[in-house]
């Protein structure tokens, strides 16, 4: 397990604690792909205006508690847990990030 993760997860993860969803659509590739509650938001706008209602819908802090190295299919996978006033209250969550060219290509979470 490794504490350090690849520029584009830390532009990604400062972006998205600072909730400013353009600054996370940025992080993404122009064809990049968000999957997270079994739905796919693809492309820039779409991710932007997914992170807007994310942000609308609850608070929450995200802490991340491990990070791996890429696997044979190269992507980081992140432990993260989010807390906050969402139903529940704590979620243990995988983010798995797939870069290419110094932006991430696909984010998927689960």
Known sequence: MSTT???????YLKAADSRDAQAVADCFTP????????KTYRGRDEIAGWRTALAGQFTYTSTVTGVEEPGEDGEYRLNVRVE???????ADLRFGFTLRDDRIAALRIV
């Open 5 to 11: 993760t690849p520029p584009a997860v830390d532009r």
């Open 84 to 90: 906050g006033d969402f139903p529940g209250g704590v």
């Open 31 to 38: 064809d990049g792909t968000v999957l997270d509650e079994g």
